[in-house]
């Protein structure tokens, strides 16, 4: 189909956006796409494209915005249960240290999702992939975590799996044993590394090679905080990892500095996710390096927390900022990636643009696919928002509902308003 009369047509060609400078968005003014077997065919304005395929089947954005559908490079979408009642909690003035310590947090989570049955865990996650396609995200990153023993995480990996072939949401799964340490090992940290390390990470392997043929291993993912998993921990599991061949990234300085993000830049982690107490020297240092900052500001929001990555620091330095909702169960319980870039906008300090990068090119980087997805150009994969509103920056400005109209994934339109 010919996509055509687009207000702002916001390609962000070129690839990622890293950097202090103004953000260039490749806007083409009354812009028009042309997609062909779920790939973007041709890129240029109305005029343009209609004279050269006049006989294609059109769609007209009637004066809307298009762009690039939004990527969530950091979320926990596969879980049983919810934790309303820590909410209260924290109103009441808990800490998230003092809930995990008195047996919620994580744990909670784990216990629920230990529970589930694998169709009542597979509901209540295609409950929340649909709302986030609704919303505009045609790709997501996944995470595993709520189960911490073998049989449970690859039960989570193999519902999303299944949700990944059914679509439409497309997923990137992450397999995250090392979220936090079961109750049952308690005071025994060092035992569960050392498994993780040694049968988790290898049969986890075995297993995506045998149910997923010919694809990339999913990322691994860990937990670098206090209550978590320690700097020496966080390595043996990271390099376990990497000497496996899976890309990895890493959870750190959400609540406290221990040296994550320096170690994710040491091992060559294709990203860091959280960065709220990022030292200065880490920062310059993630400037010069190829690991995305994927910053959650749902996460402080949701906690009430003042403290946000400091993203401008990042982004003078040199460093890829990319931006996701955390969607979990705890802090963060949001499928909206519009509502990440009104916080990003207002917290982050940063531009329209500069969010609307971190939440598409960028956030493509953070999960290795900006080759495919992200932006708006000839041979990429045709996965597109058509606004209800004819400028992008509304997206910023306005917050608490949606301006997507209709979602585009691999060519194929669904209306959502």
């Not at 047509?9 to 202090?20: D, M, S």
């Not at 990234?249 to 500095?257: Q, T």
């Amino acid at each position: 189909m010919l996509l055509h009369s687009a207000s702002q047509l916001l390609t962000l060609a070129g690839g990622p956006r890293r950097g202090p400078d103004p953000v260039d968005l490749g806007l083409i003014l009354d812009g028009a796409v042309l997609v062909r077997d779920g790939l973007i065919a041709d890129v240029d304005s109305t005029q343009e494209l209609l004279a050269r395929y006049p006989n294609e089947q059109r769609l007209d954005a009637r004066g809307k915005a298009v762009l690039p559908g939004f990527i969530d490079p950091h979320t926990h979408l596969v879980w049983a249960g919810d934790r309303a009642a820590e909410f209260e909690m924290r109103l009441q003035g808990k800490t998230y240290i003092e809930i995990m310590a008195a047996g919620g947090g994580i744990n909670a989570t784990v216990r629920a999702t230990r529970g589930a049955t694998a169709e009542e865990l597979y509901r209540q996650t295609r409950e929340r992939a649909d709302a986030m396609f609704r919303n505009g995200t045609t790709t997501a990153e996944a995470k595993t975590g709520y189960g911490l023993e073998l049989q449970a995480e690859l039960a989570q990996l193999e519902t999303l799996v299944r949700l990944d072939e059914e679509g439409p949401l497309e997923i990137v799964p992450t397999f995250m044993p090392a979220h936090a340490v079961p109750p049952e090992f308690k005071g025994r940290e060092d035992d569960y590394t050392r498994l993780v390390c040694e049968r988790m990470l290898p049969m986890s392997a075995a297993w995506w090679k045998k149910r997923c043929p010919g694809k990339r291993l999913p990322f691994v993912d860990v937990f670098c905080e206090t209550g978590a998993f320690n700097l020496a921990q966080t390595r043996r599991i990271l390099t376990s990892a990497r000497d496996l061949g899976f890309p990895f990234r890493a959870h750190v300085d959400e609540f406290e500095n221990l040296g994550g993000a320096a170690l994710a830049v040491e091992l060559g982690a294709v990203s860091i996710e959280h960065a709220v107490k990022t030292s200065a020297i880490e920062i310059q240092a993630l400037g010069k390096s190829e690991t995305v900052v994927v910053s959650l500001p749902c996460t402080p929001f949701g906690l009430a927390e003042p403290h946000y990555t400091p993203a401008r620091q990042m982004l003078d330095a040199g460093a890829i900022l990319a931006l996701a909702t955390d969607l979990n169960p705890g802090t963060a319980w949001c499928e909206n990636m519009q509502f990440v870039i009104a916080l990003a906008c207002r917290y982050l300090k940063l531009t329209p643009a500069e969010a609307l990068a971190a939440a598409t090119i960028n956030a493509a980087r953070a999960i290795r696919c900006e080759e495919r997805l992200g932006s708006v150009e000839v041979g990429k994969q045709a996965d597109l928002l058509i606004l209800s509103v004819a400028d992008f920056r509304q997206l910023a400005y306005r917050f608490g509902g949606s301006l997507v109209e209709a979602v585009i994934k691999r060519g194929h339109l669904t209306r959502v308003k």
